[in-house]
């Protein structure tokens, strides 16, 4: 019953509670197959009620994936966000892999309509990338096309103007004239429609 497992939860301390999630998620680890990606959303859940920040870093990012892959974006989102909290105890993670899991963690929240957080979590992908990886127009894209979505068009042709100013700043020429045509085309798209 529900109810008698939840009170029963309740009443342990959270020293017992760490330690029982851990000693599950060591069962559950041992049990299945290495590496075993079905395992991971119950293997991320369990490391991070355990503390384990490490663990719950490496099998949150496979859930997430999971879920991205089945197109359960709310769901990815979260698990994606659960990465990203274990990060914060993880200092010697780069800072360019825990922008990458912000910039999914917006990926996720647009497609689920989700467009608030979807910014935030643009910004922070970017705040942490452009230190490490210099300009960052592919997410300039990003974060116009969810202005434009919500049909504001004058922001969105700023931030996609931002985009186009960043693009002039990558040292790569190919990579250069690729997001310059992508945000070109995402530019006139929505002076089309204005």
């Known amino acids: 019953q529900a109810v ?3 009170a029963a939860y309740e009443g342990l301390s959270y020293r ?3 330690e029982l999630h851990r000693r599950v998620a ?17 293997l991320s859940l369990h490391w991070s009620r355990a503390g384990d920040h490490p663990r719950t870093w490496r099998y949150s990012l496979v859930a997430g994936e999971r879920a991205r892959a089945k197109y ?23 800072a360019a892999d825990v922008a990458s899991v912000w910039e999914a963690v917006g990926d996720v929240s647009d497609l689920s309509g989700r467009y608030g957080e979807a ?27 969810i202005r434009e979505k919500q049909a504001h068009y004058s922001e969105a042709l700023r931030w996609y103007t931002r985009g ?17 045509t992508e945000l070109t085309l ?6 089309a429609r204005q």
């Open 26 to 42: 060591e069962v559950y680890e041992e049990r299945t197959a290495a590496g075993d990606p079905e395992a991971a959303e119950m």
């Open 119 to 145: 910014v935030e979590a643009y910004r922070n992908a970017r705040r942490l990338a452009e230190p490490a990886l210099g300009p960052q127009p592919g997410l300039l894209l990003k974060e116009g096309g």
């Open 72 to 94: 359960a974006n709310v769901e990815a989102a979260g698990l994606f966000r659960r990465a990203l909290e274990a990060a914060r105890r993880l200092p010697e993670l780069d």
């Open 164 to 180: 186009l100013a960043s693009a002039e700043a990558l040292a790569d020429a190919h990579e250069r004239r690729a997001h310059r």
């Open 16 to 18: 017992r509670r760490r």
């Open 186 to 191: 995402a530019y006139a798209g929505v002076r």
């Open 4 to 6: 008698f497992r939840d």
